[in-house]
Nanobody
Framework: QLQLVESGGGLVQPGGSLRLSCVAS????????IGWFRQAPGKEREAVSC???????YYSNSVKGRFTISRDNAKNTVWLQMNSLKPEDTAVYYC????????????????WGQGTQVSVSS
């Protein structure tokens, strides 16, 4: 059974950095694309980034140039390096998996982690 576990969230000051991890179990990661999504209180879920196997990464305009997604299939892990964090990045961050190509459309993902809280505040 596919399971995703996120970690690495926390409280950081504006301009700071965090690295989120998404560890997959029950699958061979190289057959899956991973997406990162976030949801702030009172707001709709928002796409952040996605990365398929042997594909280029995709980023939402709000994080482009600040966030970097990467993966290590041997470790069944995908990371989201977040730099120059802003208060508006505060949200619960989720990773999600889908077989095949990556997408920033969250409706195409059917496997989700439990989320990790990221708070950016001074």
């Amino acid at each position: 059974q596919l399971q995703l576990v996120e970690s690495g969230g926390g409280l950081v000051q504006p301009g700071g950095s965090l690295r989120l991890s998404c560890v997959a179990s029950g699958i061979t990661l190289d057959a899956y694309a991973i997406g990162w999504f976030r949801q702030a209180p009172g707001k709709e879920r928002e796409a952040v980034s996605c990365l398929g196997n042997d594909e280029p990464p995709y980023y939402s305009n709000s994080v482009k140039g600040r966030f970097t997604i990467s993966r290590d299939n041997a470790k069944n892990t995908v990371w989201l390096q977040m730099n120059s964090l802003k208060p508006e990045d505060t949200a619960v961050y989720y990773c999600a998996a889908r077989a095949g190509l990556s997408s920033l459309n969250s409706d195409l993902y059917d496997n989700w982690g439990q989320g990790t809280q990221v708070s950016v505040s001074s």
